[in-house]
């Protein structure tokens, strides 16, 4: 088993559809496995498209969404147990999917949901497939400061933590007490932010097998919540009218090459509004490829290398992309 990021004992795994026993050797047209002792239910052949925020990817081989620890592992066990490539997905923003979809399972993480803040210790704990911004605005509405500049992020708690996902100057590194994360042989491990090397848009958890679970956060209560409001929707306006958020994104398509930003290098190589397919460089910031109805996983893919090769030939920066693309891209499906 290979997982692509991205406590109890293991539920008995078995695959009934019928009262017939799957594995998945079998004809996976339309089936469903049931994952005893638990709720879940791996499903076949489940189109992706409609779990990223680009609107774009083929279909899992087998998908499954578990609501708790004990169903992730679960899931995580049937893939071992039957081989199976596991690739974790949670709200999708950072994440092009190939029209040829994925093979193996794909486990959806974004209701893995549970919040809990200690007025105590000014903590703030939240699983993995918490929202960032709802969890933006529910600290500012207890006073609570230090999340405001998260408000625009539109991804889940699991994929910011692995990324360390940031926006006007500050990332979660900044914030981080801890992260849990699950092992391949299903232990739950507790990380110190030191422990996860954070550097710019990255950390330790990238390419590795671990799972984050939920994270613990050092907030400050105790501020007047207008003040902290006020915060949050000045960052998340500011986010509204320099971002075109009305369109199907991934968000920041490259990692800005410091002393540069990535939209100043693309903008002044003359790519705004640049077009392959449905797929255009967004006039509104260059750092954004937005699907305009339509595009397909290989229009993005190609207006990515596209921009690349121009600010390379322009600037000889090679501008990396902060997108994270899984599946095949080089042939046709």
């Not at 399972?105 to 497939?129: K, M, N, S, W, Y």
């Not at 797929?279 to 109805?293: E, K, L, P, S, W």
């Amino acid at each position: 088993m290979t997982i692509s990021q991205a406590v109890a004992n293991v539920c008995t795994v078995s695959g009934m559809t019928n009262n017939r026993q799957l594995t998945p050797n079998n004809s996976i047209e339309n089936k469903e496995i049931c994952l005893l002792g638990t709720d879940c239910v791996i499903k076949s052949q489940v189109s992706l498209a409609a779990y990223t925020s680009y609107r774009v990817g083929g279909p899992a081989q087998w998908c499954v969404a578990p609501r708790n620890i004990e169903g992730l592992q679960a899931s995580i066990q049937y893939a071992k147990t039957h081989e199976l490539q596991v690739t974790i997905l949670g709200a999708g923003s950072n994440l092009l999917v190939s029209d040829c979809g994925i093979p193996g399972l794909v486990i959806v993480t974004r209701h893995l949901r549970h919040t809990h803040f200690d007025p105590e210790t000014g903590q703030l704990t939240v699983a993995a497939g918490d929202p960032i911004p709802a969890l933006a605005w529910e600290a500012a509405e207890r006073g609570w400061e230090g999340l405001e500049w998260a408000v625009g992020i539109p991804g889940t708690i699991g994929g910011a933590v692995v990324m360390n996902a940031g926006a006007h100057s500050s990332c979660i590194a900044d914030i981080l007490v801890s992260a849990q994360v699950l092992l391949p042989d299903g232990t739950l491990e507790t990380l110190s932010r030191e422990q996860l090397n954070y550097t710019y848009r990255t950390s330790l958890l990238q390419g590795s097998d671990r799972i984050v679970t939920q994270a613990t956060f050092q907030l400050q209560p105790g501020a007047d919540p207008a003040q902290v409001l006020a915060a949050t929707k000045q960052h998340k306006q500011h986010r509204l009218n320099t971002q075109p958020y009305h369109l199907p994104s991934c968000g920041s398509v490259f990692r800005n090459p410091k002393p540069y930003a990535a939209g100043w290098l693309i903008e002044q190589t003359g790519l705004k509004g640049y077009q392959i397919g449905k797929a255009q460089v967004a006039q509104r910031h260059a750092n954004f490829i937005v699907n305009c109805g339509g595009a397909s996983a290989w229009d993005i893919f190609h207006l990515i290398r596209h921009v690349q090769h121009q600010v390379q030939e322009r600037w000889s920066i090679v501008l990396e992309p902060e997108v994270k693309m899984i599946g095949e891209f080089q042939t046709a499906c």
